[in-house]
């Protein structure tokens, strides 16, 4: 009988292995979300098709991702509702997509990329012209309104959500009353396209950042610069 009651005892398992149990099957998860972590990102720019908007302010979204293409010779490629080139990145793949829908329909192919790539809200990033910052100023946002922005209006509308992250870039508002249109669909001036290379230098770097180190880095180091 005593040989019988020792053998029972020692089968229950101490509570210390079940405490090691739990504490693996925990590990175990962790390292699943971590592999399960999204490594796939939509970098959207901003602007107009056709030729007469190339180098107009509002444009400056499609100006960033064209400095970043050029500058890692990558292509970009005639797709469905835009142009989009394929940019790997430690690990990363940056989806870099220029909307060909025009500015006021931009968030249909938001969307669509969104939804066919699989990358979820918080991987995808605006970047827009901004007539309340000064020019080249930068400000990056986790959400926010449209501030007027046709471009940001349509995203919000067809995502039912301002919670993506935004990039704005500032083109300042030095244009008289009732001038707001053309300057915004004017050509940059001799100064800013003296100082542009500098600003679209660090508009690439936001991007590499925002995808490696995370948004909450990405704000702390750049913006207001």
Known sequence: MIKWIT?????IPKEENAEDIMKLEVHEHQKNNIKN???KYLIVGLGNIGAEYVN???NIGFKVLDFLAKKESLSFETVKLGSMAEYKFKGRTFFLLKPNTYMNLSGKAVKYWMDKE???LENILVITDDLNLSFGTIRIK???SDGGHNGLKNINLVLNTQNYTRFRFGISDQFKKGQQVDYVLGEW???????LPERLETSAEIIRTFGTAGLENTMTTFNGK
């Open 7 to 11: 053998k029972l005892f020692s089968s």
């Open 56 to 58: 107009t302010r509002h």
């Open 37 to 39: 972590v999204s490594k």
């Open 142 to 144: 986790p959400k926010g």
């Open 189 to 195: 001036n001799a100064e800013e396209e003296a100082k």
């Open 118 to 120: 699989n990358i979820p």
